[in-house]
């Protein structure tokens, strides 16, 4: 399964993508806002891309975001509804979040069985915010001190889109 945009590839991982994500799961920029710290070893790395390709289909679409031919992050559901995407910091700022999980909202809400989609940001994860408010997430709740990661306590802003129609 692959989904293409204007610039980039969505396509299910594979074993070989370990170093590109690697690079990407273990860059203190990157994981500022992720659930875990960054990755240490490369064998943390090896079992997370394990996971994610072993996920089942029914309860998963996640998708290494491919540009130029190299593996640059990840983005989807590893447990739906709930969405997760990271690209390494040398991709920021580009549109590059915003058009892969673009991509991927269009493809995900072809499956009868999601209906909508949900979010769970950091509050200062303002890069994060802005890119769901415009593909169309709303503001479903807050909560504070959801996480304690790497960085401290974290407080959430829960987001969701609903399927169209």
Not at 33 to 56: G, K, V
């Amino acid at each position: 399964m692959e989904i293409a945009t204007e610039r980039l590839l969505l396509r299910r991982a594979r074993p070989e993508d370990v170093d590109a994500l690697h690079a990407i799961l273990s860059n203190d920029r990157a994981m500022r806002y992720w659930s875990t710290p960054p990755h240490a070893t490369r064998a943390e790395t090896e079992a997370w891309l394990a996971a994610m390709i072993e996920s089942p289909a029914e309860e998963s679409e996640d998708f290494v975001v491919v540009r130029d031919g190299g593996v640059i992050g990840k983005a989807g559901a590893f447990r739906l509804p709930e969405i997760g995407y990271i690209l390494h910091p040398d991709h920021w700022g580009l549109g590059l979040g915003r058009e892969a999980l673009g991509g991927f909202v269009a493809h995900v809400f072809r499956r009868p069985d999601v209906d909508h989609l949900v979010a769970d940001v950091d509050p200062r994860n303002i890069g994060s915010l802005r890119m769901l408010a415009g593909l169309g997430f709303y503001e479903a709740g807050r909560a504070e001190r959801t996480y304690h990661t790497h960085i401290g306590w974290c407080d959430s802003i829960y987001l969701r889109l609903d399927a169209p129609g």
